[in-house]
């Protein structure tokens, strides 16, 4: 997939999903849908690529192509504009990860500054998506918003592209069956960051359509791990990967590739403490696996850890031999938890 930091870096023509698209979630799934080739185009796509020359049997005139382009805010517009770092549920690397693997082949991070900021929803659609873009299709959500304040609609984005002959599909907010008595409600990633501060991962995966997960680097820790019997191997996430709530996880993980792909299994077991670990006065956030019947070393590797079940809070034990019998405990509801059910 192409990433690109400018609109000038663009490949064009564009079929557009607008958005922040923060985790790629099932709502943003049907954003992006209406943008990406039919299967069809797709294979004819690949056949061309492997086709030297133009060859009689080809289509004399086919339409004309498109790049299916998601089009995102880099830094995240409520960073622009509150000056914090926010931490997001897919940073650049991991987005970029799960929108390959639905089939996007371009991502374009629109610098957010104070000029963009200041465009009008009619000199954005103008200047931005007509004439950097030279868009032929555009997707967005039905709560989209867009120019100067937020001012433009999904439907004035509808209207103002009408006049290039751009159609534009808004597609409406997808929900999922809440708790009884059945109720609606939208996918949102405000409410699966909610859902992941509160430990209900369950729901939060539901939503995302996908375990959340956990990608970094094993580095060394203090060597404490080994004594008690659990060694741990401690990631370094990027710095603005958005930590759920701190306490002990059932976990799915797997060794990548520095590029890791989504299809990868997740075939080792285990269990997570996130937190800063008060039985040893630890003082900053600590994130790290101890995986089930392994024993080799994992330092430089990179690890994606998949959150399955929320266990319990972190505590701060009397001795490290409480911790111990503790940590015992979790890799046994661990297991059960993780066990395959028929
Ligand atoms: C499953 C699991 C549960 C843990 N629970 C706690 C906890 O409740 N409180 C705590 O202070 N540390 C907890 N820890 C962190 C340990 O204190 C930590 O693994 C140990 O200090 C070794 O650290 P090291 O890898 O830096 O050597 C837990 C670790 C694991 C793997
Ligand atoms: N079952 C295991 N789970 C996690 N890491 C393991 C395991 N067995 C061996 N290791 C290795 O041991 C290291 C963790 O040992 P530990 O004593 O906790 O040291 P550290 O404090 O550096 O994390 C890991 O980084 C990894 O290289």
């Not at 192409?2 to 799934?29: C, I, M, R, Y």
């Not at 690529?49 to 080809?58: A, F, I, K, R, V």
């Not at 000056?83 to 693997?101: A, C, F, I, W, Y």
Request: charged share 20%; proline share 8%.
């Amino acid at each position: 997939m192409w990433v690109a930091s400018s609109t000038e870096l663009t490949l064009k023509p564009t079929a557009v999903a607008l958005g922040k698209f923060d985790g790629v979630h099932l709502g943003h799934h049907k954003v992006i849908q209406p943008i990406l080739p039919p299967a069809l185009e797709q294979t004819r796509r690949k056949e061309q690529e492997n086709t030297p020359t133009s060859s009689p049997t080809q289509p004399t005139q086919p339409p004309e192509q498109t790049y299916s382009t998601v089009v995102t805010f880099n830094p995240h517009p409520l960073e622009f504009f509150t000056g914090q770092p926010r931490p997001l549920l897919t940073p650049l690397d991991e987005k970029v990860q799960q929108l390959r693997s639905l089939g996007v082949e371009q991502l374009v991070l629109l610098p957010f500054d104070k000029e963009l900021s200041a465009l009008s929803p009619q000199d954005f659609v103008e200047q931005i998506l007509v004439k950097q873009l030279q868009c032929r299709r555009i997707s967005v959500g039905q709560d989209f918003c867009f120019g100067k304040q937020r001012r433009g609609t999904a439907k004035d984005l509808q209207l103002l592209a009408a006049k290039y002959h751009i159609p534009v599909t808004i597609v409406s907010l997808q929900t999922y069956t809440d708790h009884a008595p059945t109720q609606e409600t939208p996918i949102s990633t405000s409410l699966i960051r909610h859902y992941l501060e509160s430990g209900e991962v369950k729901n939060a995966n539901l939503l995302l359509g996908r375990p959340y997960t956990l990608i970094g680097t094993v580095v060394q820790g203090e060597k404490m791990g080994r004594t008690i019997g659990f060694p741990t191997a401690n990631l370094q996430l990027p710095q603005n990967k958005f930590i759920p709530r701190y306490g002990v996880y059932a976990v799915r993980a797997a060794i990548v590739s520095e590029t890791p792909d989504v299809t990868t299994p997740h075939q080792n077991l285990g269990v997570m403490n996130i937190g800063n670990r008060p039985t040893v006065n630890g003082s900053k956030l600590s994130v790290e696996v101890h995986l089930f019947d392994w024993c080799s070393d994992l330092y430089g590797k990179k690890l994606a850890v998949q959150l399955v079940e929320f266990l319990r809070a972190e505590q701060k034990f009397p001795c490290l031999e409480h911790l111990k019998t503790q940590i015992q405990l979790d890799c046994d509801i661990a297991r059960e938890v993780l066990r395959p059910k028929c």
